[in-house]
């Protein structure tokens, strides 16, 4: 339950923007003050989650987390600004909590089944992401703002952060982890390695302005706002899960190079669409191909990370995700200001294309460089 609490908890900063800029009468600028505000507390929430970790405290991280979002989401039915950014970012501490420890709760609990046992984890939070849009859609109005929906979700955040103190969790005894690989401790010494986290840098801060705008940038095209449940938001999330699923299928045919390069096409194409409409229709084509596109980068990116640099790398991987929020605030804040500045929140989307075509580079300069460490 908390973690499909925590998929619609995640993603609702995009789903509710539009409420708040009627509300504050904000500047696209000001609205991308939201970002920077949840995910420097996701990047806090990690690091203090990577603390409990190492103390085999995973379950009392969880718990905290969990009651975490649910104050930082109360928090954004108050009616100061000030009050509700430092909730996104209370929200954002409660992510970073608790995203990493149900994870590892998981694969401590399944040792012999954790691919299985992730999946259907990451599922969950996956439906959750789904629904946010129509859930704040069903739940919000012009009389009461987000009364209900943040009471909506706060709540069984809230017991289930009780519930979670309440059980009892015990995880299976972890086998000692393997030595080291000859050159494990400098894997952030590699050009490789950093290569591989500049690319999660830019696509996680794609995937992330994407989600987070494609509701407001959908109000702009329809002139009101978009209440009907197939809309761009819900159609992009959907494929962007539903998409995974292809992965299997798909590396029959493709390497991981070739996948990640046919998916940058396909951001690329559905872009294009999305960006030129002049109706819901388009948009949603568009968010519809561009979520297709999107869905198996970041899995396949983190495979080649692991796959690049063995064992060692699941114990060294806390720069690669740190990469990726701070990707995150990067982009969405940079949406906003390219907006403000232009006054025209279209412009502020060509960031997103700015960000497929630097993928681009970025996946031929990790090519290069590992071809040449293959035949070194």
Not at 105 to 132: C, D, K, P, Q
Not at 291 to 306: A, D, K
Request: one cysteine or more; charged letters at 10%.
């Amino acid at each position: 339950m908390v973690f499909f609490l925590s998929g619609i908890g995640t993603v609702l900063i995009g789903q509710v923007l539009p409420y708040f800029e009627r509300a504050f009468s904000l500047s696209d600028g000001q609205l991308a003050l939201f970002f920077p505000a949840q995910f420097a507390g996701s990047v806090a929430g990690t690091l203090i989650s990577g603390i409990f970790g190492r103390r085999s405290k995973l379950k009392q991280a969880t718990v905290i987390g969990a009651a975490g979002m649910a104050a930082g989401i109360l928090m954004m039915n108050s009616g100061e600004l000030s009050l509700v950014l430092l909730g996104f970012c209370l929200n954002g501490i409660g992510i970073g909590l608790t995203l990493p420890a149900i994870n590892l709760l998981v694969l401590e609990m399944n040792l012999h089944r954790t691919a299985s046992a992730l999946s259907l984890l990451n599922f969950y939070w996956g439906a959750g992401a789904i629904v946010a849009k129509p859930f704040v859609d069903l739940t919000s109005n012009a009389t009461s703002g987000l009364l209900f929906t943040t009471l909506l979700l706060a709540i069984p955040l809230a017991a289930g952060a009780v519930l979670l103190f309440l059980i009892p969790i015990s995880s299976k005894e972890r086998p000692e982890p393997e030595p080291a690989a000859s050159g494990g401790n400098g894997l952030w010494a590699m050009p490789l390695a950093w290569a591989i986290a500049a690319f999660h840098f830019v696509h996680v801060g794609f995937e992330s302005g994407m989600g987070g705008w494609i509701t407001t940038y959908s109000e702009r095209v329809a002139g009101a706002p978009v209440t009907n449940l197939l809309s761009p938001t819900f159609l992009y999330f959907l494929l962007f899960v539903l998409g995974r699923a292809l992965g299997p299928i798909l590396f029959r045919y493709f390497n991981e190079n070739r996948a990640i390069v046919l998916g940058l096409v396909l951001v690329l194409v559905g872009l294009a669409i999305a960006l030129s409409a002049s109706s819901i229709g388009q948009l949603s084509l568009g968010s519809i191909i561009t979520g297709i596109g999107t869905s198996w980068i970041f899995p396949t990116n983190v495979s080649r990370f692991y796959n690049s640099f063995g064992p060692e790398a699941a114990r060294k991987a806390t720069p690669l995700f740190i990469c990726g929020t701070i990707g995150a605030t990067a982009v969405t804040w940079g949406i906003g200001a390219v907006s403000s500045v232009t006054g025209d929140l279209s412009y502020g989307m060509l960031v997103l294309v700015a960000a497929v075509v630097l993928l681009f580079g970025l996946q031929a300069v990790i090519v290069t460089i590992a071809g040449r460490r293959k035949h070194a």
